[in-house]
């Protein structure tokens, strides 16, 4: 029982004649069209494996500039608190013993802040103005 | 299936070159006709997918197709599993096409149902020896098993095949 041809009974080796010969191909509805439509695929551009990469690639590398622009922004970006009136505290520092405490006014057309340092004053001033002095410069 | 082992074909060539015998090896493992359609345009399709990457000097062409084949079958029978469950009758109804009867060729039809009397490893090993025009050593190398055990199974699975031929005539 090995299986080789000459070793089959007569009617086991004329089956396996008939076997042989039977292409059940014949039968198949799809083969022409199969062949036109995947040669014609095969014939058309394909599309890189790595497109998908590439794109993603694309699309990150055009994000990243205004991305690191609005961090840097950000970053620079004094934070403000707002203080006992709502007027923003400033990161400023005086560190020198010669700084007094600041004085807070109240003045006709707003409110002011001076703090004076080593004999100079520094203000900072919130005032309504109109749109007339928005160009003028005071001096003290 | 002996080729020259270096040179890759085009794609035409390896189509018209294999359709007969991979079809004819995925009508004996599944059974109908219109089911091997369906399987073997998945197995073209996988193909034409993978050709690019596909190394003439590491194989066959043959053995590399009937490799998806092989697997577009397995698939084909666990997409399948679920119809398990129905009476024989509709199965059979629902494998056979529409214009089955109207088949010419009855010596095929008769092959065809007879195969169907067969268990899996037979039918597979048939379907590569005589649908795959494998020799048996070939098949054995494809199926991991030894020769001589082929040439068993072979042997078993035609006295198998011809019973069932004999009882349907």
């Known amino acids: 029982m090995s299986g080789r041809f000459e070793d089959l009974d007569p009617d086991d ?48 590398a055009l994000l990243v500039v205004p991305l690191r622009t609005f961090l840097l922004r950000t970053a620079a970006r004094p934070r403000y608190a707002r203080g006992e009136h709502g007027l923003p505290v400033l990161p400023g520092r005086f560190d020198s013993d010669a700084a007094g405490a600041p004085v807070v006014e109240e003045t006709a057309t707003g409110r002011r802040v001076v703090w004076n340092v080593d004999g100079d004053s520094y203000i900072l001033e919130s005032r309504r103005i109109t749109a007339d002095e928005l160009f003028v410069v005071r001096r003290h | ?76 029978f666990r997409a399948r599993r679920w119809l398990a469950w ?58 991991g098993l030894g020769e001589s055990h082929v040439g068993v199974i072979v042997h078993r699975a035609l006295k198998r095949l011809r019973a069932e031929l004999e009882e349907r005539a």
């Open chain 1, 13 to 60: 080796r004329e089956l396996a004649r008939r076997l042989s010969r039977a292409d059940f191909s014949a039968d198949s509805r799809v083969r022409e069209s199969l062949r036109a439509r995947l040669l014609a695929r095969g014939r058309a551009p394909r599309r890189s494996p790595l497109a998908p990469a590439l794109t993603a690639a694309a699309l990150a």
């Open chain 2, 1 to 76: 299936m002996s080729e020259h082992p270096s040179r890759r074909p085009d794609f035409a060539e390896l189509y018209d070159r294999h359709f007969a015998p991979v079809y004819n090896y995925v009508l004996y493992r599944v059974g109908d006709a219109a089911a091997a359609d369906e399987v073997v345009s998945r197995v073209f399709e996988r193909a034409l997918d993978r050709f690019g990457g596909y190394d003439a000097r590491r194989g066959e062409p043959g053995a590399w197709l009937f490799g998806i084949a092989r697997n577009a079958v397995n698939d084909h």
């Open chain 2, 86 to 143: 129905l009476p024989d009758e509709l199965v059979e109804r629902a494998d056979a096409p529409a214009s089955d009867a109207l088949v010419a060729d009855e010596e095929r039809r008769g092959l065809r149902l007879a195969l169907r009397g067969l268990d899996a490893r037979e039918r597979e090993i048939l379907a590569l020896k005589f649908g795959g025009e494998m020799t048996n050593r070939q098949v054995a190398s494809h199926l």
